[in-house]
C-alpha cells in the first residue's frame, strides 16, 4: 500500500513538472537543462522548508533568491497582507496616496542612515536601480552639469537585469550577449578580499582599490554623474567580500569630486551583513540606497529608492521649467506589498533579529570551519547571514575549475537528493538562509554542503 501511495503522489509531483515544461520558460536557466533535470513542483512552504508533492522537503538555504527573511509562509507577514486586502488592494500613487506607503516611508527614513528623507517606489530590485541612475543624472542635469552622464561600476559587480542595470554591472555571463544595446560606462578595481596577495590585508586591499578609482575620478569626474556599489558584498558574482574601509574612501572620495554615491543593498539589505543596513558598518550616507529583495519579507515585490532632501530640491520647481521627475510604475507603492514591508519591519523591532543573527552567523561559521581545510576549497568567506565557499582546481594556485565543468551544478543536485536547497554561484557555494534557520539545521546543512563539495570535487 506505501509502494502505491508513493507512487500516486511521483505521479502528481511528475504532473505538475510535464504541464510546467509545456508553457513557462524559467529565469536564469537554459531550459534543455531539464531533459535531464526535473522542475521540482513546490507545493507549501513552511519556515526554513519547502514541500513539494511528493512530501519532500529542501531547506531554503538561499532564501528563495535572498528575498526570504522570516520563513516560508510566516503568519504574521501573512495575516498583515489579509487585513489589507479587506481594505485596498492598489491605488495609483501619482496625485493620490493611501496609509501603508505614508507609514512605511516614514519608518524607512527613521531606519536608514541620517540625510536620507525621500523614498521613491518601484517594482523590483532592477527597476529600482533604473530610477536610481535616472534621478542622479536628472539632478546634474537640472543643476546646469550636463556633461555629468556616465556611471562608474566595480569589477564584478551585479545590479540587475535590465538595460540600465546591466550597463552597470560586470558579470559577463549576464551582460555579454546584450553589449551592443547598453550604454558605456566606466570600471573601477574592485576590493575583493579574495584577491588579495600573501602580505595584504582585506583593509589594504580596499586602499589599493580607492586609489584607483580616486585616478578615474580625479580625471574624469567632471563627466560623471554616480558611483554604484554593492555595499560589503559583491553577491552575484560569488559572494566578494570587502572591507568596510572601502566605503569610507568612497565617500569621501565622491564628495571630493562631486559624483554621487549608489547604494545598492538590494540583497545585503536588512541584516544579511550583521547591521540592519551595510552602510552601517562604514557610518556613511549615500545619496541614494537602494532596497529590495527582504524589505517585503519575501512575500510581494516592492522596491524603494532613498535619497537626500539636497536631491529632491533640484527636481522641485515650477511646472513650466520641465524639471519633475517623470518616471512611474503601473504598481508603485501598492499596499499590499506596503503592508508585508510593514509587518517586516515590526518583526525587526518587536526581536532583537540582529542579536539573533549575530549568534547564528557564528554558528555557520563554526559549522564550516573546517571546509577551509578541504583540499580543493580556497576560501571560507563570510559577512553576518552571508556565507560563501570556494571550490578551485589547485588551491595554492588558486586556479578555478573551467566553467564548462558545472562543478556547481553537482552540488545543486546532492543537495536536493539531501533535502537541501543549495543553487551555487559557478564554484561558489553560499548559504543566504532565512533568519529563522535552527543551529540543527545548521549542522545539518553543514554535513550536505560538506558531502556535496566532496562529489562535485571529486575526479
Known amino acids: 500500500m506505501a509502494a502505491e501511495t508513493a507512487a500516486v503522489t511521483d505521479s502528481i509531483n511528475a504532473a505538475w513538472s510535464r504541464r510546467d ?12 537543462d531539464h531533459e535531464r533535470l526535473p522542475v521540482i513542483p513546490i507545493a507549501r512552504g513552511e519556515g526554513v522548508w519547502l514541500y513539494d508533492f511528493d ?21 504574521f507577514i501573512a495575516a498583515r497582507i489579509k487585513q489589507q486586502l479587506d481594505t485596498l488592494e492598489h491605488v495609483l500613487l ?8 505614508i507609514e512605511l516611508s516614514e519608518r524607512l527614513v527613521k531606519l536608514t542612515p541620517d540625510g536620507l528623507s525621500r523614498v521613491f517606489y518601484a517594482d523590483n530590485g532592477s527597476s529600482a536601480i533604473e530610477v536610481a541612475l535616472k534621478m542622479s543624472y536628472h539632478a546634474w542635469r537640472n543643476q546646469g552639469a550636463k556633461r555629468k552622464t556616465k556611471f562608474v561600476c566595480l569589477e564584478h559587480s551585479y545590479h540587475g537585469e535590465t538595460l540600465g542595470a546591466l550597463s552597470v554591472g560586470d558579470v559577463s555571463l549576464f551582460k555579454a550577449t546584450y553589449q551592443p544595446l547598453l550604454m558605456e560606462v566606466l570600471k573601477a578595481p574592485s576590493p575583493d578580499c579574495s584577491a588579495r596577495a600573501p602580505h595584504e590585508s582585506c583593509a589594504d586591499v580596499a586602499r589599493r582599490a580607492a586609489a584607483g578609482l580616486e585616478a578615474l575620478l580625479a580625471e574624469q569626474h567632471e563627466e560623471i554623474s554616480a558611483v554604484i556599489i554593492e555595499p560589503l558584498v559583491q553577491c552575484a558574482s560569488g559572494m566578494r567580500m570587502h572591507d568596510p574601509l572601502y566605503l569610507r574612501l568612497l565617500r569621501e572620495l565622491c564628495d571630493r569630486y562631486q559624483v554621487h554615491l549608489i547604494a545598492d543593498e538590494i540583497a545585503v539589505g536588512f541584516g544579511r551583513t550583521g547591521t540592519l543596513f551595510a552602510c552601517e558598518q562604514a557610518g556613511i550616507t549615500p545619496d541614494f540606497m537602494v532596497l529590495s529583495k527582504g524589505l517585503t519579507g519575501g512575500f510581494l515585490p516592492l522596491a524603494a529608492v532613498l535619497t537626500t532632501d539636497a536631491v529632491y530640491r533640484v527636481f522641485y520647481d515650477d511646472y513650466e521649467k520641465l524639471s519633475a521627475f517623470l518616471h512611474s510604475h503601473s504598481y508603485t507603492g501598492n499596499p499590499l506589498a506596503c503592508a508585508a514591508a510593514l509587518a517586516t519591519l515590526d518583526l525587526f523591532e518587536q526581536t532583537d533579529v540582529l542579536g539573533a543573527n549575530r549568534r547564528l552567523s557564528q554558528v555557520m561559521g563554526e559549522a564550516t570551519a573546517g571546509l577551509a581545510d578541504h583540499p580543493r576549497v580556497a576560501e571560507v568567506r563570510q559577512r553576518g547571514m552571508i556565507l560563501a565557499i570556494e571550490m578551485v582546481q589547485d588551491k595554492a594556485t588558486r586556479t578555478p575549475y573551467p566553467w564548462q565543468e558545472r562543478r556547481g551544478l553537482r552540488v545543486f543536485e546532492h543537495g536536493l537528493a539531501h533535502e537541501a536547497l543549495l543553487r551555487p554561484l559557478g564554484n561558489v557555494v553560499y548559504w543566504m538562509p532565512p533568519y529563522v534557520i535552527t543551529e ?13 563539495i566532496d562529489v562535485a570535487t571529486r575526479g
Request: aromatic fraction near 12%.
Open 21 to 32: 515544461l509545456d508553457v513557462l520558460w524559467h529565469p536564469c536557466t537554459q531550459m534543455k
Open 55 to 75: 512530501g519532500r522537503r529542501y531547506l531554503d538555504a538561499v532564501s528563495s533568491w535572498w528575498v526570504n527573511l522570516f520563513g516560508h509562509a510566516n503568519p
Open 94 to 101: 501619482a496625485g493620490f496616496t493611501h496609509a501603508p506607503v
Open 440 to 452: 540543527d539545521e545548521i549542522a545539518m546543512l553543514a554535513a550536505v554542503t560538506r558531502a556535496g
